[in-house]
């Protein structure tokens, strides 16, 4: 079992910036891809960014591509996702999940943390 916890959320105004950790622990693979989801009020959950472990290789949605920036620390287990130019609509419960390859659907997804909230106000 793999097991994926979210920290950093938190409330902040439009334009500030956050950074939310990934912390992984338990069974590793030797190769595998964390992405990070968002969940908005009523919606479904929606792709945000990705990062393969071995070769650090990034995806990004369309809507956050020049504003957020995921990394990793190999030593710790743990991806981040910095979030800079924040928006009202960046609103979202974010959620970090781990799978062998990149599929950007949340279905596809082998393990999933239990999210962080990040409030933006305008």
């Known amino acids: 079992q793999v097991q994926l916890v979210e920290s950093g959320g938190g409330s902040v105004q439009a334009g500030g910036s956050l950074r939310l950790s990934c912390a992984a622990s338990?069974?590793?693979?030797?190769?595998?891809?964390v992405e990070w989801f968002r969940q908005a009020p009523g919606k479904e959950h929606e792709f945000v960014a990705a990062?393969?472990?071995?070769?650090?290789?990034?995806f990004y949605a369309d809507s956050v591509k020049g504003r957020f920036t995921i990394s990793r620390d190999n030593a710790k287990k743990t991806v981040f996702l910095q979030m800079n130019g924040l928006k009202p609509e960046d609103t979202a419960v974010y959620y970090c999940?781990?799978?062998?390859?990149?599929?950007?659907?949340?279905?596809?997804?082998?393990?999933w943390g239990k999210g962080t909230l990040v409030t933006v106000s305008s």
């Open positions: 338990g069974r590793t693979f030797s190769s595998y891809v």
């Open positions: 990062i393969s472990w071995n070769f650090g290789s990034t």
């Open positions: 999940a781990l799978n062998g390859v990149v599929v950007r659907t949340w279905s596809g997804m082998d393990y």
